[in-house]
């Protein structure tokens, strides 16, 4: 299916971000539950990121590394060299051999470093001993009521440092600095396209946030937090229709904008565990040749028809 989705040109992009999505899975009348991740892979498109590719794993067993590696690999696989350009991702996904295997691929990264690491240390001290002319000031982020706003965000270039010889790439650094009334604080950013300055490094990092966006609507509005107590197999799938219901929606909202609306003659039909693409015309051939069963039904058929007609 995502070959079908990635035929849409509103699908194929190049740039991609990498997530994980962590859903907890009540166990009956016990008191614990468990935990189900799906690492998401999201090509970035007109409204934000869209859910394309993901993998599960139990929690906390897989970690984020362990269900990105062969996720990225299936879509290289699946959609061919090329298909990813650039990928975005957070500190849980800092790992230099793979990292340097993407480069290898032709795809570079942009990542956030955990906050202490050494490297990230060395970033700020080279940061504090710039001139205040290199902080470069750019528009505050947008957040949901109730989250702390800065009072100025500033990011300034850091060029290639001393503590990146293990991953053996020549890397570009764009350190963030938020201040508030009461604080400041930073984060570092590494992209592995060393010509890039820092604004070109922020620009594309902030494109991340639309997964967040992406999640915080699954769980508020499809329940993708407050699952009921369920068979791991169900949880899986509702996670995975979720996911793909949430692009499919993405995809219908843009044909509804540019009034092309595709029509289809069929009808669906369902009957137990069963269903059929029908004519109208098969749907009533049938419902004549037993009328007798179906004339006290006459108001759910026209009920029916009506729904079918977006009445």
């Not at 498109?45 to 067993?61: D, I, K, V, Y």
């Not at 340097?100 to 906050?115: C, G, N, P, V």
């Not at 109730?146 to 965000?153: D, E, F, I, K, S």
């Amino acid at each position: 299916m995502s070959e079908q989705l990635r035929s849409r040109s509103e699908l194929q992009g190049r740039v991609w971000v990498l997530d994980c999505r962590d859903t907890k899975v009540p166990n009956g009348h016990h008191q614990q539950g468990r935990h189900w991740k799906a690492a998401v892979l999201s090509v970035c498109g007109e409204g934000g990121p869209h859910p394309l590719l993901w993998n599960f794993g139990p929690a906390p067993q897989a970690c984020d590394l362990a269900l990105a590696r062969p996720l990225v690999k299936a879509a290289l696989q699946q959609w061919g060299q090329g298909a990813i350009e650039w990928l975005i991702m957070d500190a849980g996904f800092v790992d230099g051999p793979w990292i340097r295997a993407l480069k290898e691929q032709a795809i570079d990264s942009i990542i956030r470093i955990k906050e202490g690491m050494d490297n990230w240390q060395a970033a700020l001290t080279a940061a504090k001993k710039a001139s205040p002319a290199a902080w470069q000031k750019v528009a505050l982020p947008k957040r949901r009521k109730g989250c702390p706003l800065p009072l100025r965000r500033e990011i300034m270039g850091l060029p290639d440092q001393p503590g990146w010889e293990t991953l053996d790439l020549p890397i570009a650094l764009c350190l963030v600095r938020d201040t508030y009334a009461d604080k400041v604080s930073y984060w570092l950013l590494v992209s592995t396209a060393p010509s890039q300055s820092a604004r070109q490094i922020y620009q594309l990092f902030r494109l991340r946030w639309g997964i967040e966006e992406s999640f915080m609507a699954l769980a508020r509005y499809h329940g993708l937090n407050e699952l009921h107590a369920c068979r791991d197999g169900l949880a899986l799938a509702i996670i995975h229709f979720s996911l793909l219901a949430h692009t499919l929606r993405y995809l219908c909202r843009r044909v509804d904008r540019t009034s092309a609306r595709p029509r289809t003659k069929y009808l669906v039909v369902y009957w137990a565990g069963y269903y059929a693409l029908l004519h109208a015309s098969q749907v009533f051939q049938r419902v004549f040749d037993h009328w007798a069963r179906w004339e006290g039904r006459r108001e759910e058929i026209l009920e029916a028809l009506r729904y079918c007609e977006g009445a």
